[in-house]
């Protein structure tokens, strides 16, 4: 496709429910992220893949939020028993490199994730 | 955790007027990234300036970059009702952490048309 894309746009969850957030990355992009960005900050950096392989977790809240990209394209984040706390915009973020030296990443529209 | 401060937090400003917006990071880094962010078209990357370089040019953007104070200055000339959005800095690290972003808190520029 044209850009990264993320579905769904908007999520109203109650607490203790089960979310699953999806990422397209823009085609032959090697590298896909997810960011967290909570109202009025910037992205805080969750995850990172190179292809299929989670090279970095360190950024995930807790045991609760899981990643996955089994095919080294889509992506999909899970957040189990959400909680309050975990209401946010989750960003996605695929390149073209394994690293910013000379190239940006580009972004998709995110996921309002809102947990009642 | 967040590497970058943006100062100011909000900027006002009149359409035309110039809009300068500034980021100060604490560690060493490989390049410095500014992105814009609205509600239509989400975050998108503006501009990207290395460790050695000083000053770069885009169009209306001037983008200036200070390793020895660890700051940077994003500035906006000739600024349009179009630019209202939220600018961020990203610093990316040296080797071991350069395929990481690190985002500052953003600046909420608003230009009154």
């Known amino acids: 496709g044209a850009g990264v894309s993320q579905s769904p746009r908007y999520k109203v969850a109650k607490r203790g429910q089960d979310v699953a957030l999806r990422c397209d990355p823009i085609s032959g992009h090697v590298s896909l992220f997810w960011y967290q960005q909570a109202l009025g900050q910037g992205p805080e950096f969750l995850t990172y893949f190179q292809n299929e392989a989670q090279l970095d977790k360190s950024g995930l809240p807790s045991d609760r939020f899981f990643a996955e990209r089994p095919e080294g394209s889509v992506s999909t984040l899970k957040i189990q028993r959400t909680q309050q706390e975990d209401s946010a915009v989750y960003l996605c973020a695929s390149s073209l490199a394994r690293s910013f030296t000379r190239i940006e990443a580009f972004f998709g529209q995110g996921t309002r994730l809102t947990v009642v | 955790s967040q590497q970058g401060e943006e100062d100011p937090q909000a900027l006002s400003i009149q359409e035309g007027e110039n809009a300068t917006m500034n980021c100060s990071y604490k560690t060493s880094i490989n390049n410095l990234q500014w992105y814009r962010q609205n509600s239509g078209r989400g975050l998108v990357h503006l501009i990207l300036?290395?460790?050695?370089?000083r000053e770069k040019h885009s169009g209306r953007l001037r983008v200036t970059l200070d390793t020895s104070k660890k700051s940077s200055s994003l500035l906006i000339t000739a600024s349009r009702a179009a630019d209202t959005a939220s600018y961020f800095c990203?610093?990316?690290?040296?080797?071991?952490?350069?395929?990481?972003?690190?985002f500052g808190k953003g600046t909420l520029l608003t230009v009154n048309p």
């Open positions: 990203a610093t990316v690290g040296v080797p071991g952490s350069n395929y990481k972003l690190t």
């Open positions: 300036i290395r460790s050695n370089e």
